[in-house]
T-cell receptor, first 115, second 110 residues
Framework: DAGVIQSPRHEVTEMGQEVTLRCKPI?????LFWYRQTMMRGLELLIYFNNNVPIDDSGMPEDRFSAKMPNASFSTLKIQPSEPRDSAVYFC?????????????FGSGTQLSVL | QKEVEQNSGPLSVPEGAIASLNCTYSDRGSQSFFWYRQYSGKSPELIMS????GDKEDGRFTAQLNKASQYVSLLIRDSQPSDSATYLC??????????FGPGTRLSVLP
């Protein structure tokens, strides 16, 4: 299994530009999560999907952030317009279900720098 | 407010010693507990899970859970420099999202 695949690994952009992060979950995993990690706030859940449907987006910081999952093997997280405070590492993770013993598998992350 | 707390560290131990990492959580209904290791610049990687009170051993790692005290710990025996990383405690219950602690940075000195 290839694991959770994210792209790009690094993204450097200027304030005001649109940024799109991509994720391919592990095949057969019904849950997909987007996390953001910063030194100050640690690992924060932004949004998660179950069977391609967004279930909880309460962690999305503001309307500039949006996420989609058009099919079981692909999800995007978009920031438009981007701001310097969005600079962080964005992780995608997937799991098979929400049973208590079900583990999260993380992708390698996207290091986003907004100048 | 559901919270998971950890000492941020850094926790420094000499090579070969036992490293003890601690985690407390506020949600008494929590059912599953995980330890993730994160090397600098890398993604979190699951190293241990524990679901019932007591100890669970896996190689050099031992997870300890005490639900009455709302406390979970990770012991690393015979610590190696390659164990130097940030260790994240994660807690969840059925149907709920994982709640991660801020992580403890461990430094194993050769």
């Amino acid at each position: 299994d290839a694991g959770v695949i994210q792209s790009p690994r690094h993204e450097v952009t200027e304030m005001g530009q649109e940024v799109t992060l991509r994720c391919k979950p592990i095949s057969g995993h019904d849950y997909l999560f987007w996390y953001r990690q910063t030194m100050m706030r640690g690992l924060e859940l932004l949004i998660y999907f179950n069977n391609n449907v967004p279930i909880d987006d309460s962690g999305m910081p503001e309307d500039r952030f949006s996420a989609k999952m058009p099919n079981a093997s692909f999800s995007t997280l978009k920031i438009q317009p981007s701001e310097p405070r969005d600079s962080a590492v964005y992780f995608c993770a997937s799991s098979r279900d929400r049973a208590t013993n079900e583990k999260l598998f993380f992708g390698s992350g996207t290091q986003l720098s907004v100048l | 407010q559901k919270e998971v707390e950890q000492n941020s560290g850094p926790l420094s131990v000499p090579e070969g010693a036992i490293a003890s990492l601690n985690c407390t959580y506020s949600d008494r209904g929590s059912q599953s507990f995980f330890w993730y290791r994160q090397y600098s610049g890398k993604s979190p990687e699951l190293i241990m899970s524990i679901y019932s009170n007591g100890d669970k051993e896996d190689g050099r790692f031992t997870a300890q859970l005490n639900k009455a005290s709302q406390y979970v710990s990770l012991l690393i025996r015979d610590s190696q420099p390659s164990d130097s990383a940030t260790y994240l405690c994660a807690v969840t219950r059925y149907g709920q999202n994982f709640v991660f602690g801020p992580g403890t940075r461990l430094s194993v000195l050769p």
